[in-house]
């Protein structure tokens, strides 16, 4: 009898009837999937791409809950976008090459590089995010974020040749604008000022301009901050209004060092 009245309470609380988690492994299998079709040479493209497709087809019978909406089509939407996605990952992986002396090919970019790894999750992530069906990208990066320490929303907008040293730590929020060549290391946050819910629909992320380079534990909040470009944030800075072009920003920090001759 207690087992009964165990099972009926349990029951009882279940209240989410879209609550699936065979959608979230099956959108990691895709994810996956995905990153291998675009990037290994033994995977073959058109046989892969076919097998996508069904995995689709299953996320979408999964997380289409709105019965209005033409849910099938999104893949007929989103399969043409992937050569112009894969254009865009191979300037990062380039990036990383220019950017870290450490670097020894681009082969190991691809394959040994959290930060490249997020940012692919996160471009292919995004553009099914603009299709407009939120659900799986959400997915897609919440799994890169697991895998890499990194957590960039899908909704953001990020541009070419875009470097994440490092990774660990990195977060950049929904209505984030990041331009072009620019260079972040771990622990930076691109964030929100305020984070009430009816803001939700106004942006409450940075803009980072062109050529901009932020250091380590960086934050940078606030929907109307704009870091100019060309310009350098330190370490450990904390930004929440605008910083000119050509700008070097710095945390001042005092460090004493006391030996035994000279401690009081």
Partial sequence: MMLK?????IELYKKQPNLNFSLKEKTEVFT???FYTL?????????????LESLFDELVNLACWEVNKPCKKIWELYVVQLPDI????????EAFVNCDPASISIEEVYMAYPGFYAIAIYRLAHELNTIGFPMV?????????????VDINPGAKIGNSFFIDH????VIGETAIIEDHVKIYQGVTLGALFVAKDLKKTKRHPTIKNNVTIYANATILGGETIIGENSIIGGNAWVTTSIPPNSKVFHQTEIKIKTTHNVS
């Fill in 86 to 93: 894969l254009k865009k990952l191979n300037l990062d992986a």
């Fill in 137 to 149: 990208p959400r997915l897609m990066t919440e799994y890169a974020h697991r895998l890499t320490g």
């Fill in 39 to 51: 990037f290994d040479t033994q995977t073959p493209v058109e046989e892969n791409l076919l097998l």
């Fill in 167 to 170: 990774a660990t730590g990195v």
């Fill in 32 to 34: 996956q999937k995905l």
């Fill in 5 to 9: 009245s165990v099972i009926k309470e």
